[in-house]
């Protein structure tokens, strides 16, 4: 079960065999951001990764902590590497997970993703995963009244249906994760060493 000192603590934590596809179209780094969108990395940064997730996805989870995590140190906060995050909620309980991340600001987005994947066995298939969600971001400074306007929040909702409609016109995206690296896309099994080494090549 989580705790507020765990909640916040990952929170601290946080600074602000592959197929592989060419995307017709795509342009070199740093190309495929968009304004609005909530990145970490420097912008500058020779590779741009883009990766579209549900934060009730197993694959997703397994990514993030397999893949996401070991490249956010070397990569990500080494200058080497821009991280796009991009929402594709696959179901209820996933939007309104999203619609918390968002909820907290742009500035704890990525903190309050790293905790929705590390307490998915808390909420992602309860029943209740409202209320656990709610219990989430009280943890982490989002009252129960803010999460609520958040979820009734129409424009916030067809920002994120929009983030999907988008992915699907754009890159063809149809599960998750996919991730899009310089305007290649990556789905299916990954692997770090097989991941890193590509992101190698192109640096």
Sequence with gaps: MFSRRFLLGAMVALPAA????RVPGARAAGIGER??????????APVTVIEFFSLTCPHCRWFHENIYNRL?????????????FRDFPLNLPALQATILAHCAGRDR????VD?????FDDWASAGDYSEKLA?????GGVSRDRFEACLADK????????????AQAEYGVSSTPT???NGEKYEGAMRFEAFAEHIDRLL
């Design 18 to 21: 592959v197929m592989l596809a």
């Design 35 to 44: 304004p609005g969108d909530i990145a970490l990395g420097d912008p500058d």
């Design 72 to 84: 956010k140190p070397d990569y990500v906060d080494a200058g080497k590497v821009r991280y796009v």
């Design 109 to 112: 987005y990525a903190a309050f």
């Design 115 to 119: 905790v929705l994947f590390q307490t």
């Design 135 to 139: 219990q989430i971001g009280e943890l």
């Design 155 to 166: 424009d916030l909702e067809n920002a994120i249906f929009q983030s999907i409609a988008d």
């Design 179 to 181: 991730v899009i690296v």
